[in-house]
């Protein structure tokens, strides 16, 4: 009998190099839809941020509406606690805004506790619930939000001294305690130590006056950086200055800023001639608020001129466009 042979026909696969191809190919579509993706979410972070300043306003102008006049920025002199005069002058009151307008922000329920807490005697300082985090004033873009750990201790949950969020309040145009402690008392924005804001006083006019703003947190990995934390804002924190314009790299000037920042949030350790700036993870600005509750998108490279007249509420600037 002859002898038979089966022929089958070879098997279909990739070579070596057609795969390497195949593989470089979906590299360069990553590489291509990445950006593309990234842009849409720091788009959508942004329009988040900026609904968040937004509810801010309405907070502080529902404040506003209920006693008359805008909060206090702070409740302590910048920078001394001791010397700030009476009812305020506990070494640990250390309030702020932030404490005022938490009915205003859907937590009734917290300042109630925080009010009761604060009639005891107690500090804010050592609130249990001062690491409570509250979204609204978190600002998707950073990533190092929410902040809870802080260098030194506090009474809060990990022994704490409490929240620091991303959004902030406008004290004017200059520094926040040139000349001496009192004249934080004295300042040409809207909030600044013990201020009683009305809205007659604001002759500027709304639209052409700073309210709010953000700010970058600063890890407390080595040391203390305060700003942004509302539970301790003594040392003007939870504040800013229009005197430079948005995410400047010149320093910030105050007291228990970290030696080690984010490098976006550069910062000098001072007592004296203190201020903070406007900063965010947005490209190319910050989302700020005005007086007349309305949130606009200002450019880093705005005028210094006009940018600095956004900050006063009774200078007679005219801002111009921006």
């Known amino acids: 009998m002859g002898t038979f042979r089966t022929f089958r026909e070879p098997k279909k696969a990739f070579t070596l190099i057609e795969l390497l191809v195949v593989i470089a190919i979906i590299g360069i579509l990553i590489g291509l839809l990445l950006p593309a993706v990234q842009k849409v979410r720091e788009s959508a972070a942004r329009l988040k941020c900026q609904n ?18 805008f909060p206090h920025g702070n409740y302590n ?31 009734d329920a917290l300042f109630k506790e925080f009010d009761a807490f604060m009639a005891r005697g107690g500090h804010a300082l050592d609130f249990p619930r001062n ?34 969020g991303n959004y902030i309040l406008s004290a004017g145009s200059e520094y926040f305690n040139e000349g001496g402690i009192e004249n934080s008392t004295r300042l040409n924005g809207m ?10 006083d604001v002759t500027d006019g709304t639209s052409n ?66 201020f903070v700036s406007a900063r965010s993870y947005h490209a190319g600005g910050v989302n700020l ?15 210094p001129v006009t940018y600095k007249a956004l900050g006063s509420r009774n200078g007679g600037e005219v801002p111009g466009d921006y």
């Open 52 to 69: 968040h300043v937004k509810q801010l306003g309405l907070a502080l102008h529902h404040y506003h509406d209920g006693h008359g006049f």
């Open 77 to 107: 002199y910048l920078d001394s606690t001791p010397n700030t005069p009476p009812p305020y002058n506990n070494l640990q009151d250390r309030r702020c805004w932030m404490q005022d307008i938490l009915p205003y922000l859907e937590q």
């Open 131 to 164: 690491t409570t985090v509250l979204p609204t004033l978190m600002c998707p873009s950073d990533p190092l939000g929410p902040k809870l750990r802080t260098w030194n201790p506090g009474g809060g949950e990990g022994n704490s001294q409490g929240f620091s």
């Open 191 to 200: 909030f600044f130590a013990l201020s009683r804001v009305h809205l007659t």
């Open 209 to 274: 006056t700073a309210m709010s703003s953000e700010l970058i947190l600063s890890p407390d990995t080595r040391d203390n950086d305060i700003r942004g934390r509302y539970y301790n804002p003594a040392h003007g924190g939870v504040l800013f200055s229009t005197r430079i314009p948005p995410n400047t790299l010149v320093p910030d000037q105050l007291n228990w800023c970290s030696s080690f920042p984010v490098p976006r949030a550069p910062c000098i350790w001072t007592g004296v001639n203190m």
């Open 289 to 303: 608020g005005l007086a007349d509750g309305s949130v606009r998108y200002i450019s880093d490279s705005i005028n």
